[in-house]
């Protein structure tokens, strides 16, 4: 069983920047894609950014150019740092992995950006 831990979470004010970090307790096998999404209030659960282990990513539209997610596939961890946050990234983010075929979610962090 995988489990992931996240940290990095807060109150930013607007156009400040947070770093989210994710690691996997898993040290066997590297992670086919690590990453994070995010849910609002009554929202859906968006992808913000994934990273596979090839090193392709994949960025949500709306933090294309101010989000960069970097991954490490020795120690299954992956950073997302944030940048020019604005009150619309204001969310639970949630760690996503898939290692061995499975997906893996952590508990969330909650990040909130004031006007």
């Known amino acids: 069983q995988v489990q992931l831990v996240e940290s990095g979470g807060g109150l930013v004010q607007a156009g400040g920047s947070l770093r989210l970090s994710c690691a996997a307790s898993e040290n066997s096998f590297s992670f086919n894609a690590m990453g994070w999404y995010r849910q609002a209030p009554g929202k859906q659960r968006e992808l913000v950014a994934v990273?596979?282990?090839?090193?392709?990513?994949n960025y949500g539209d709306s933090v294309k150019g101010r989000f960069t997610i970097s991954g490490d596939n020795i120690k299954n961890t992956a950073d997302l740092e944030m940048n020019s946050l604005k009150p619309e990234d204001t969310a639970v983010y949630y760690c996503?992995?898939?290692?061995?075929?499975?997906?893996?979610w952590g508990q969330g962090t909650q990040v909130t950006v004031s006007s």
């Open positions: 996503y992995v898939v290692i061995l075929g499975r997906a893996y």
């Open positions: 990273i596979t282990t090839v090193g392709s990513t």
